[in-house]
């Protein structure tokens, strides 16, 4: 699966800063999404995108921004970072909604905020 | 409101032991189910689909409607099992729900 990649793997920053997490795949799946996982909680959906120029909110958006502008990139941007947001991001791409098509996902991200 | 519940944040077998990895869901229509693994250091990777009724690497989990349950089985737990698991639910939008996870130890 090395057609989803993440940067950076790694990002330590400051609270109040804005950090970008970039997401870039190059199978040309509609849909992509990102998700924040924390021990205990999962993976927690924080948005995702259907296509290019479409956006929506999952299960927890606060504090985040997105956008599709092109359909292989979905980048997420912590406007003012807090130390809540301290988590490992993973961004995934699934296709077409039917045939239960699997969510394909990257390597991650792991931020934090100190 | 989409639930998925693992009840076992930690399982801990020994080799050629069987496992289940419990996962219970509560959903209002047709759910749509999936086991996703991830090994340590590796990205998440689907391990199998309800829908599919396949066995990966051994492993297989079926669909209680009744039960509202989806565990994952294997009757002879191996070292290389030992990996984070993950119960996950599909909703409209091929969004997923997923459970808290988890982590299986095979010990020797």
């Known amino acids: 699966d090395a057609g989803i990649t993440q940067s950076p793997r790694y990002k330590i920053t400051e609270t109040g800063r804005q950090v970008t997490l970039m997401c870039h795949q190059t199978?040309?799946?509609?849909?992509m999404f990102w998700y924040r996982q924390d021990l205990g909680h999962g993976l927690r959906l924080i948005y995702y995108?259907?296509?290019?120029?479409?956006?929506d909110k999952g299960e927890v958006p606060d504090g985040y921004v997105v956008s599709r502008s092109k359909t292989e990139n979905f980048p997420l941007t912590l406007e003012s970072a807090t130390r809540s947001q301290t988590s490992v991001y993973f961004c995934?791409?699934?296709?077409?909604?039917?045939?239960?098509?699997?969510?394909?996902f990257g390597d991650g991200t792991r931020l934090s905020i100190l | 409101a989409q639930r998925v519940t693992q009840p076992e944040k930690l399982l801990s077998v020994f080799k050629g032991a069987p496992v289940e990895l419990k996962c219970n869901y509560s959903?209002?229509?047709?759910?749509?189910l999936f086991w996703y693994v991830q090994y340590s250091r590796q990205r998440l990777q689907l391990l199998l689909r309800?829908?599919s009724r396949e066995s990966i690497k051994g492993f297989t989990a079926d669909l209680n409607k009744g039960e509202t349950s989806f565990h994952l089985k294997k009757p002879f737990a191996q070292e290389e099992d030992s990996a984070m698991y993950y119960c996950?639910?599909?909703?409209?939008?091929?969004?997923?729900?997923f459970g808290g996870g988890t982590r299986l130890m095979v010990k020797p």
């Open positions: 996950a639910l599909k909703k409209a939008g091929n969004m997923l729900t």
């Open positions: 995108s259907a296509a290019a120029d479409i956006t």
């Open positions: 995934a791409s699934s296709d077409r909604t039917e045939d239960n098509q699997p969510q394909h």
């Open positions: 309800h829908i």
């Open positions: 199978w040309s799946h509609s849909y």
């Open positions: 959903y209002s229509g047709s759910p749509e």
